[in-house]
């Protein structure tokens, strides 16, 4: 067998042209990218909303859509078509079955979209993490649909808002679906505006941040194309999309943080002494020459090529999804969940952390994982500081025995190896096969 060590192989540097990236950016007129979640109950309607939103769009040809009504119809289940769009793409991902790009990837004329997590699953919570921890936004779905609609607040609904929020997602748009089965009323839509605007703004996120956008996913109403339904015509606000178009794109103040790459995927290529990373840009800029680092392994590298998703850059900024070409690393002591970063500036790499945690079973300490994006780490919650308000932060009580689910504290987790975190970074804390808690590393 050949040795890999063998494949790292003297080669000068790849030329840097000395771009201001920043600029370069601003200049470029480029397409904003942003990455979403989708959440709400089981059955509020998830995945036929994206697979109408992928199907408007023309990203799902009919062809394909034509195929699965065919199979729904000889199953008695018309109206799972749609979310067989979505479902196959899931299944497909299971089997490692190459799936193609364009079902959890959309652009418009002034945006490109990354649906993070697509759902499909029925055990989501697991699955939304990943998704969650690296959104910009988050689209609610909710049933509008008579009895369905209080049972999901409680439920699910319940557990992924305060999943976004203990996050700190900022931005949520309620997809109020499902308004078909209720004849489009307006009171309906209004009473479900009022009370999840109250349910949201008592957890702390601000009324400007959410968007209420009344839709039928099934017969693709107010999605893409504005309502024709004539029982909505009292409604004048804008289609989904529109509000998808309306969040802020990956800031330039995100532009303007050090280089910062969680590794989705490595691959190694044909060219005798390159290895190709994939990942989202979480902060910072790139560009080709520049001299990475890969923690907690401390690999360094230089870039020699970037794809910006299929295409060939001199640059990449921070929320674009990117391949990149390294020379001069080995790639054996690289790991999916990895951080990339600038060789001059590398995220630091630690085993003890504090983070604000909102609990969703009881919080003691006892033995633990901490996930990150793709990462996760064994270890254990070493103490509990103090219990917090969840609106304000404060504290409410120090050194508590433990914390009911549903409240906030601030916890000291200990790993059993260093791992590369740093403040500010969205983890998930599991166990047992249960997300226990979720927050910010201060
Ligand atoms: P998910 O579990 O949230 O992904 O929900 P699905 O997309 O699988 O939808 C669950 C059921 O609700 C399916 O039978 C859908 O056809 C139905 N459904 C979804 N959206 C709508 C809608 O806007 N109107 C009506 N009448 N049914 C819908």
Same mark, same amino acid.
């Given at each position: 067998t050949?040795?890999?060590a063998?494949?790292k192989?003297d080669?000068?540097p790849?030329?840097?042209q000395?771009?201001?990236?920043?600029k370069?950016?601003?200049?470029?007129?480029a397409?904003?990218?942003t990455?979403?979640?989708?959440?709400?109950?089981v059955d509020?309607?998830?995945?036929t909303?994206?697979g109408?939103l992928?199907v408007?769009?023309?990203?799902?040809?009919?062809?394909?859509v034509e195929?699965?009504k065919?199979?729904?119809?000889?199953?008695?289940?018309q109206?799972?078509?749609?979310?067989?769009?979505?479902d196959?793409?899931?299944?497909e991902?299971?089997?490692?079955?190459?799936?193609?790009?364009?079902?959890?990837y959309f652009?418009?004329?002034?945006?490109?979209?990354?649906?993070?997590?697509?759902?499909?699953?029925?055990d989501f919570?697991?699955?939304?993490?990943a998704g969650?921890?690296?959104a910009d936004?988050?689209i609610l779905?909710i049933?509008?649909?008579t009895?369905?609609y209080?049972?999901?607040l409680?439920?699910?609904?319940r557990?992924?808002?305060l999943?976004?929020r203990?996050?700190?997602?900022?931005?949520?748009?309620?997809a109020v679906? %499902?308004?078909? $089965?209720?004849?489009w009323?307006?009171?309906r839509?209004?009473?479900?505006t #009022?009370? /999840?605007?109250?349910f &949201?703004t008592?957890?702390g996120f601000?009324e400007?941040?959410?968007?209420?956008?009344?839709i039928?996913?099934?017969?693709?109403?107010?999605?893409v194309?504005?309502?024709t339904?004539?029982a909505?015509?009292w409604?004048e606000?804008?289609?989904?999309l529109?509000?998808?178009?309306?969040?802020?794109?990956?800031t330039?103040?995100a532009?303007k943080?050090?280089?910062r790459?969680?590794?989705?995927?490595?691959?190694?290529s044909?060219?005798?002494?390159?290895t190709?990373?994939?990942g989202?840009?979480?902060s910072?800029?790139?560009?080709?020459?520049?001299?990475l680092?890969?923690?907690?392994?401390?690999?360094?590298?230089?870039i %020699?090529?970037? $794809?910006v998703?299929?295409d060939?850059?001199?640059w990449?900024?921070?929320? #674009?999804n /990117?391949?990149?070409? &390294?020379?001069d690393?080995?790639p054996i002591h690289?790991?999916?969940g990895?951080?990339l970063?600038?060789?001059?500036n590398?995220i630091?790499?630690?085993?003890?952390?504090?983070?604000?945690?909102?609990?969703?079973?009881?919080l003691?300490?006892?033995?633990?994982d901490?996930?990150?994006?793709?990462?996760?780490?064994?270890g254990?919650?070493?103490?509990?500081?103090a219990?917090?308000?969840?609106a304000?932060?404060?504290i409410?009580?120090?050194k508590?025995?433990?914390i009911?689910?549903g409240?906030v504290?601030?916890v000291?987790?200990?790993?059993?190896?260093?791992?590369?975190?740093?403040a500010g970074?969205r983890?998930v804390?599991?166990?047992?096969?249960e997300t226990?808690?979720?927050?910010l590393?201060?």
């Amino acid at each position: 067998t050949k040795k890999i060590a063998a494949l790292k192989v003297d080669v000068p540097p790849p030329k840097t042209q000395g771009l201001d990236v920043v600029k370069e950016y601003e200049n470029s007129g480029a397409k904003k990218s942003t990455s979403f979640v989708v959440v709400g109950h089981v059955d509020a309607g998830k995945s036929t909303l994206m697979g109408r939103l992928l199907v408007d769009l023309k990203y799902v040809d009919q062809r394909t859509v034509e195929k699965y009504k065919r199979q729904a119809e000889k199953s008695g289940k018309q109206s799972f078509a749609l979310a067989w769009v979505m479902d196959q793409r899931s299944e497909e991902r299971e089997r490692g079955v190459t799936i193609d790009i364009a079902t959890n990837y959309f652009e418009t004329d002034q945006t490109k979209y990354t649906i993070l997590d697509a759902p499909g699953h029925r055990d989501f919570v697991p699955n939304m993490i990943a998704g969650a921890s690296q959104a910009d936004f988050a689209i609610l779905v909710i049933d509008a649909n008579t009895g369905a609609y209080e049972k999901g607040l409680k439920g699910q609904t319940r557990e992924h808002i305060l999943l976004l929020r203990s996050l700190g997602l900022q931005r949520v748009i309620v997809a109020v679906n %499902k308004l078909d $089965m209720v004849g489009w009323s307006k009171d309906r839509f209004n009473d479900i505006t #009022q009370e /999840v605007t109250g349910f &949201l703004t008592g957890l702390g996120f601000q009324e400007q941040n959410v968007d209420f956008v009344p839709i039928s996913g099934l017969d693709g109403e107010n999605i893409v194309k504005k309502i024709t339904a004539p029982a909505a015509s009292w409604y004048e606000g804008g289609t989904l999309l529109e509000a998808l178009e309306k969040s802020e794109p990956t800031t330039i103040r995100a532009l303007k943080k050090p280089f910062r790459m969680a590794i989705s995927e490595i691959f190694r290529s044909q060219q005798q002494g390159t290895t190709t990373l994939a990942g989202r840009i979480d902060s910072g800029t790139i560009q080709i020459g520049d001299s990475l680092v890969v923690q907690p392994s401390g690999e360094t590298a230089y870039i %020699k090529s970037i $794809m910006v998703d299929t295409d060939a850059q001199d640059w990449a900024v921070a929320g #674009q999804n /990117v391949s990149i070409a &390294l020379t001069d690393i080995d790639p054996i002591h690289i790991r999916v969940g990895d951080i990339l970063c600038h060789a001059a500036n590398p995220i630091p790499c630690g085993d003890t952390f504090t983070m604000k945690a909102m609990a969703f079973e009881h919080l003691m300490p006892m033995p633990v994982d901490l996930h990150r994006g793709r990462l996760h780490a064994p270890g254990q919650i070493q103490s509990i500081t103090a219990s917090l308000d969840k609106a304000t932060g404060e504290i409410i009580k120090k050194k508590p025995k433990v914390i009911q689910p549903g409240g906030v504290a601030r916890v000291v987790i200990k790993l059993n190896e260093k791992v590369p975190l740093e403040a500010g970074q969205r983890v998930v804390i599991r166990g047992g096969g249960e997300t226990i808690a979720a927050g910010l590393l201060e």
